[in-house]
């Protein structure tokens, strides 16, 4: 362990001091988030630990219920992922899921180049079909970082139209149920998050959108 690395004593004590500020700062605060979570948003995002889904969108804890991974995949024999969004749908009643990516994702960088790096190959071959669904668009980019940039943009819209595809999207679509599905990318560079829409509202709209981008 480095000099400058934070013990597990010092990240104790700042969430002591973390729970300290906000109890002064509002002292119903724990009490209250106790009792229930209630958010309007799903995110789907990278595990990478530069992409903090509650900081990049200014929100408190309980204000967004969060499912992470390797490349931010959707996959519908994944039920770990779709676990996440049964229960967003089915108890927390939520009405945005956003599926978010972010530019200069390693994940998307090995499956761009077929990078041999273990266990993961296996997860990264979800994100090289996107690469492979595409290869005539990536290949008339002028360089390998255009090409990169392109299909972190390409596996967010993958992954998304993979969300809405689901059983558990279609089903509450056809049940009434008010929910959007949009699809972000993030800069590492700026921090700032860039929309790849249109969303989708219901099952019409990702037909669109496939047809759009001839899938």
């Given amino acids: 362990m480095s000099s400058d690395e934070p013990t597990l004593d010092t990240l104790l004590d700042r969430n002591r001091g973390w729970a300290d500020s906000m109890t002064q700062s509002d002292p119903e605060f724990f009490s209250r988030l106790a009792q229930q979570q209630a958010p309007r948003y799903l995110w789907i995002g990278c595990s990478d630990s530069r992409v903090p889904a509650n900081q990049i969108l200014g929100l408190m804890p309980g ?4 499912h992470r991974n390797v490349a931010n995949v959707v996959v519908h024999s994944d039920l770990n992922c779709l676990s996440v969004i049964h229960f967003a749908l089915e108890v927390l009643n ?47 980019l002028k360089d390998d970082h255009a090409r ?22 279609q089903d509450a679509w056809g049940r009434g149920q008010q929910v959007s599905v949009h699809s972000l990318i993030y800069g590492l560079d700026n921090g700032i998050l860039h929309n790849l829409g249109p969303s989708f509202d219901k099952p019409e709209d990702v037909l669109r959108r496939k047809g759009e981008l001839g899938w």
Wanted: glycine letters at 6%; a neutral charge.
């Fill in 63 to 66: 204000e967004i219920f969060v």
């Fill in 94 to 140: 939520i009405r945005h899921i956003i599926v978010c990516g972010h530019y200069g994702c390693g994940g998307v960088r090995a499956a761009l180049h077929d990078s041999k790096l273990g266990l993961i190959d296996n997860w990264l071959r979800h994100v090289q079909d996107v690469r492979n669904r595409n290869r005539a668009e990536l290949s008339e």
């Fill in 148 to 169: 990169l940039v392109r299909l972190c943009e390409l596996n967010v819209l993958s992954q998304a139209i993979n969300v809405a595809e689901t059983t558990l999207m």
